[in-house]
């Protein structure tokens, strides 16, 4: 063994140059995201747009930005990236609307952000929730919440659910094996290369820049680059959307989860003990992803979660908007921005009731 150890230990500074390299650069901003959040929270709650910002932890920037509301929201939206765009010019009334949704939101993640705004005393007068069509099938997405789990396992509390800690160890420590990942490294020096490593946001009062934009309300404007896409390139994107989609179906195809349709109608009805007016939305995918839905069997269970939403809303007493179907809406390739996200005047389309 003794004779192994200078080969052993002559890989250390290799080893800590790989780390050292993942962690100050960290593309991806999961070792400095406490901060990153809380930096562009501030800007938010200090009445300004935060544009340029880059790849960090929006559940983490709830956290933060909720923490610091000091007047109740008359509307709040959850859900996931279809919902960003949501904000108060797409309602008539006057109401303040604060949109509260993260990326690839899960039903732990539309938990845990409602129990956000009970924790600091809030109670908006409606409340938005979407989901997307994989939302029920066990195991089929990857669980992002476990930097805000604490208020996802708060919730589970007052709903009387008893909750399985087993991922505890993984939520708190497993981002560190990306220190020594080839692929981080790899990815950490191709973002120091094409943006200097700069993870710089800032405080502006437009809306629409060269950059993602996240709004003094939560909501979100995109890129120019992103707002100008030619539609033979939306076209193109929902076709190179189809493959990642699928993956999102591992489950039986004609079986959604039961554990997670009970915590969803305990935390509907938990909200509504609490005085919300509650829609559930359930928004359309661009064409070319519809009719790739209707053919391939996989997609079974985003049909039938479709129908499930709509009995629940009914037997709930609560609204219902939306349909995976764009047709029914009047809507065609021109009102996506790619697969999956809806332009303002689409989304208006499907909120007009609620509007």
Do not use: W
Not at 41 to 59: C, P
């Amino acid at each position: 063994m003794k004779k192994y150890l200078p080969k052993i230990f002559a890989f250390v500074p290799l080893v800590l140059i790989i780390a050292s390299i993942s962690y100050f650069i960290d593309p991806e901003n999961k070792f400095n995201g406490e901060k990153y959040a809380k930096g562009v929270a501030d800007i938010l709650l200090d009445g300004k747009n935060a544009a340029n910002t880059y790849n960090y932890d929006l559940r983490l920037l709830e956290k933060y930005y909720i923490g610091g509301l000091k007047t109740n929201p008359d509307r709040v939206i959850l859900g996931a990236s279809k919902e960003m765009l949501i904000n108060g010019s797409f309602f008539k009334d006057s109401s303040r609307v604060i949109n509260s949704c993260v990326n690839s939101a899960t039903i732990e993640d539309v938990m845990a952000i409602y129990d956000m705004y009970i924790q600091k005393g809030l109670h908006p007068k409606k409340l938005v929730i979407g989901i997307d069509p994989y939302n029920f099938n066990e195991g089929s997405y990857k669980p992002l919440y476990g930097s805000v789990r604490e208020y996802y396992f708060d919730m589970c509390s007052r709903l009387h659910i008893n909750v399985n800690h087993g991922s505890e160890i993984k939520f708190r420590y497993g981002k560190y094996t990306d220190l020594f990942s080839p692929g981080y490294v790899q990815k950490s020096l191709l973002f120091l290369l094409s943006t200097g490593n700069s993870h710089s946001y800032y405080a502006t009062d437009s809306t629409l820049n060269n950059s993602e934009t996240k709004l003094v309300d939560g909501s979100i404007t995109y890129g120019l680059t992103y707002r100008k896409n030619a539609q033979v390139d939306i076209d193109e994107n929902a076709r190179n959307y189809l493959p990642e989609f699928i993956t999102h179906f591992k489950s039986p195809k004609d079986k959604l989860s039961q554990n997670l349709e009970n915590q969803f109608e305990k935390f509907i009805d938990f909200a509504k003990g609490q005085g919300e007016d509650i829609s559930i939305l359930y928004l359309p995918y661009h064409p070319i992803v519809y009719s790739k839905m209707k053919m391939e069997p996989k997609f079974n269970t985003a049909f039938l979660c479709e129908k499930y939403l709509r009995t629940l809303s009914h037997s709930k007493h609560i609204h219902f908007y939306g349909s995976l179907d764009p047709s029914v809406f009047g809507l065609s390739s021109a009102d996506f921005y790619d697969g999956l996200h809806l332009k303002k005047a689409g989304l208006m389309k499907v909120l007009e009731q609620e509007r």
